[in-house]
């Protein structure tokens, strides 16, 4: 991986970042804590480990641009600006969260937001991001689609035809492969025949580059050189970001496909917070009683979060099929 560039950014920017990833850290440590008892039921696949990617990317959108992902979703949904109360309610399965209860952690979205989920299977965000920057396209709004996948999500079907259709049409969509070693608990050499998955698009024109996903400048800084790719009506890009996370697949996952060793070494030595949180201090731009402050209000709003989902009411019986059928 060639050496990362950085993007331009001042010190009030660098304590944003640091804001929003800490937000999404303590955040899913919160909801591990819920769903350990029993407050949050079904699937629940935490983001820690991998917040510089999602907020690095949101530092480069405008106004209307779209963004879709997987499962793996609630950094996405914090990280463009949905209220924690109303994400952690949703967690839950509270008529306070976003789909009133009724979507769950990977199937809420938000229109105001412009975020289309939270999608459960797999690879089929992909065609759904196409199509939202289709639309973008069609309506000549200059809007970007960014697309989120993982790295299991790469050898799907679906994810091929999608790259085709985009550069045919030269659709303005940024997909974002979020390469975390081990799709659901088989790493990425066991699974790809090719180590280096952004030059997946080679086949179909669409140029990509691979990005250190731990550091939240490298991601704003390729995430510049993508969105104006696809503003100047070029087609789409594609970023793998190197990431990792740090717990299982998803909450039932005892990760035993690796060793606590090899999780505890990228805690050390790439944890995303701990590498901005020493930019911060060595540069001045922070002390360590400021950041300390951050996190406690950081803590304060998690915790204000879990009060609202749990005090929020469970949706009534009588809302089953609201949503669903539709009278013509």
């Known amino acids: 991986m060639a050496k990362a560039k950085k993007a331009n950014v001042n010190a009030e920017e660098l304590l944003e970042f640091y804001r929003k990833m800490l937000l999404i850290r303590r955040f899913e440590e919160k909801a591990g804590q819920l769903y350990g008892m029993g407050l949050i039921g079904g699937f629940c696949h935490l983001y820690i480990g991998q917040e510089a990617i999602v907020v690095g990317l949101e530092a480069t959108a405008k106004e209307g641009d779209e963004r879709i992902t997987s499962y793996r979703d609630h950094g996405h949904m914090l990280a463009c600006g949905m209220d924690p109360n109303g994400v952690m309610a949703e967690l839950a399965g509270r008529e306070g969260g976003y789909s009133r209860g009724k979507g769950g952690s990977m199937h809420m979205f938000s229109k105001e937001k412009n975020f289309y989920g939270g999608n459960g299977i797999v690879g089929a965000q992909v065609p759904l991001g196409t199509g939202l920057a289709f639309a973008n396209w069609y309506r000549e709004n200059d809007n970007v689609s960014f697309t989120y996948f993982g790295d299991g999500a790469a050898n799907q079907g679906q994810v091929y035809e999608a790259f085709n259709m985009a550069s045919l049409w030269q659709l303005p969509v940024v997909y974002v492969i979020e390469n975390n070693k081990y799709a659901m608990g088989t790493s990425l050499q066991r699974a790809s025949s090719t180590p280096d998955l952004y030059t997946r698009g080679e086949a179909f024109g669409i140029p990509g580059e691979k990005v250190d996903g731990m550091d ?107 949503d669903i059928l539709a009278e013509v």
């Open 216 to 322: 939240v400048q490298a991601v704003k800084a390729a995430g510049e050189k993508a969105v104006a790719h696809c503003r100047a009506g070029k087609g789409p890009y594609i970023l793998e970001m190197n990431t990792y996370r740090y717990r299982g697949h998803s909450m039932s996952d005892p990760a035993k496909y690796r060793t606590r060793e090899e999780v505890q070494k990228v805690k050390e030595e790439r944890d995303p917070i701990d590498h901005l949180r020493e930019i911060l201090i060595t540069g001045e731009h922070a002390t360590e009683a400021d950041l300390k402050g951050i996190d406690k209000e950081i803590k304060k709003v998690v915790i204000a979060a879990a009060d609202f989902a749990t005090a929020s009411p469970e949706p009534d019986v009588s809302a089953l099929y609201t």
